[in-house]
């Protein structure tokens, strides 16, 4: 069974650091596009980053470009998000998905919340 | 970035009625990466549809995927009392991958 499980979500201030990690289990994750995905309360979904199998590829959305940076350890199955220079807008919930290709999101971790408030 | 508009906002329908949701991008979108999500309150999103057609692992057959171009339809035969909750669309034949803002389906 696919099992995704994130931590190291919070309360932090604004202008703060945050690493958020994703645990997989129950399938071969360095086989697996990984993607980070966040939804802020009571809004709709939005992609945040992916990364490919070997870490050769890395991209992001916009608003996160130059803050936030996605990395993986294939041989500790787990997937990162360190979070830099952080703003209330980036107040969510962040899940871990991962898919067979770019952009895809066959099976999701269930989140972890980042507060971003002084 | 392909912008996705979901319509409706919101459908309200009792058990057993069947269920109609659009969803249409502003450029053509490959029907190779079309996803649909179905999101209960509280929980994570699950993945219904992908390849706008092709029923994920576990979805039962009441839910379909079609469309291609910019015009994409989900459709729920039957509703059950479980397919109440928020779906959205999803494309990610293109950088960045982008959702709809969702359709809403409650109880009437």
């Known amino acids: 069974e696919v099992q995704l499980v994130e931590s190291g979500g919070g309360l932090v201030q604004p202008g703060g650091s945050l690493r958020l990690s994703c645990a997989a289990s129950?399938?071969?994750?360095?086989?697996?596009?990984m993607s980070w995905v966040r939804q802020a309360p009571g809004k709709g979904l939005e992609w945040v980053a992916n990364?490919?199998?070997?870490?050769?590829?890395?991209h992001y959305v916009d608003s996160v470009k130059g803050r936030f940076t996605i990395s993986r350890d294939n041989a500790k199955n787990s997937l990162y998000l360190q979070m830099n220079s952080l703003r209330a807008e980036d107040t969510a919930v962040y899940y871990c998905a991962s898919g067979l290709w770019f952009g895809e999101l066959f099976d999701w971790g269930q989140g972890t919340l980042v507060t971003v408030s002084s | 970035e392909i912008v996705l508009t979901q319509s409706p906002g919101t459908l309200s329908l009792s058990p057993g009625e069947r269920a109609t949701l659009s969803c249409r991008a502003s450029q053509s979108v490959s029907s190779t990466y079309l996803a649909w999500y179905q999101q209960i309150p509280g929980q994570a999103p699950r993945l219904l549809i992908y390849?706008?057609?092709s029923r994920a692992t576990g979805i039962p057959d009441r839910f379909s995927g079609s469309g291609s171009g910019t015009d994409f339809t989900l459709t729920i035969s039957s509703l059950e009392p479980e397919d109440f909750a928020v779906y959205y669309c999803q494309q990610y034949g293109s950088s960045p991958p982008t959702f709809g803002q969702g359709t809403k389906v409650e109880i009437k």
């Open positions: 990364i490919k199998q070997d870490g050769s590829e890395k």
């Open positions: 129950g399938f071969t994750f360095s086989s697996y596009w």
């Open positions: 390849g706008a057609s």
